[in-house]
Structures are given as structure tokens and as C-alpha cells.
């Protein structure tokens, strides 16, 4: 049993900040990897980032590289998004999950390679 809970979306304004969280249950150290996906209205579900839980290797789609920034606390099983002089095309419901297998770079792209998933979380971005 793996079960993700997401938290810390709301409303913003243009250039501010917010910081989600994915609390973990279950065997979270069994994962190779957690990821943060995205869905806007009316769009695919797209890949935000990505931190391995072991070694902490980081990837981060070119969309929020260098606004955003995932972490992990391996003693509390969360992973973190902290996210940075936020866009209105950010908006968006968030996604935690997890995947078992080894990916690199675009191969942790597709959302069916990852076997679990949170109830996602909203971030609205105002203009």
C-alpha cells in the first residue's frame, strides 16, 4: 500500500510563490522515484519534475526550470514542490506520484509509468 495525499495549492497572484507538499504512506522507501505532474484545463497531463528518493537526482521540465525546485525529506516521506515567480499558464491541478522503474530525462515523461498517484491539489495563478 503506497498512498500520496498532496496539500499547499491555492490562489496567487502572478510572480508569487507557493510550496506544494505529497505526504507519503506505505512503503514510499520502495520507489524509485517521485514526480510532480500538472493538468490545466482542457490539456494533457504534463511532467513538472522529478527527484529519485535514493539519491536525490533532479530533473525538471523546461517549462518551471529555474522557478521550480522538488525536494524530499527522507525521514518524513514527503516530497516538495517550491515554486517560484509563478506564471498564469502554472495554473493547474498538481499531481504527486511515484514510479518503481528507472527513468532518465524525457523517458519520466509518460504518466503510465508511474503506479501511484495523489487526489491532486489546485494552483491557481492570477494575471
Known amino acids: 500500500q503506497v498512498q500520496l495525499v498532496e496539500s499547499g495549492g491555492g490562489l496567487v497572484q502572478a510572480g508569487g510563490s507557493l510550496t506544494l507538499s505529497c505526504t507519503t504512506s506505505?512503503?514510499?522507501?520502495?520507489?524509485?522515484?517521485w514526480a510532480w505532474f500538472r493538468q490545466a484545463p482542457d490539456k494533457e497531463r504534463e511532467f513538472v519534475a522529478i527527484?529519485?528518493?535514493?539519491?536525490?537526482?533532479?530533473y525538471y521540465a523546461d517549462s518551471v526550470k529555474g522557478r521550480f525546485t522538488i525536494s524530499r525529506d527522507m525521514a518524513k516521506t514527503t516530497v516538495t514542490l517550491q515554486m517560484l515567480r509563478l506564471k498564469p499558464e502554472d495554473t493547474a491541478i498538481y499531481y504527486c506520484?511515484?514510479?518503481?522503474?528507472?527513468?532518465?530525462?524525457?523517458?519520466?515523461?509518460?504518466?503510465?509509468?508511474?503506479?501511484?498517484w495523489g487526489q491532486g491539489t489546485q494552483v491557481t495563478v492570477s494575471s
Open positions: 506505505g512503503r514510499a522507501f520502495g520507489s524509485y522515484a
Open positions: 527527484i529519485s528518493w535514493r539519491a536525490g537526482v533532479r
Open positions: 506520484a511515484s514510479r518503481n522503474d528507472y527513468c532518465s530525462g524525457y523517458g519520466c515523461y509518460a504518466t503510465n509509468e508511474y503506479n501511484y
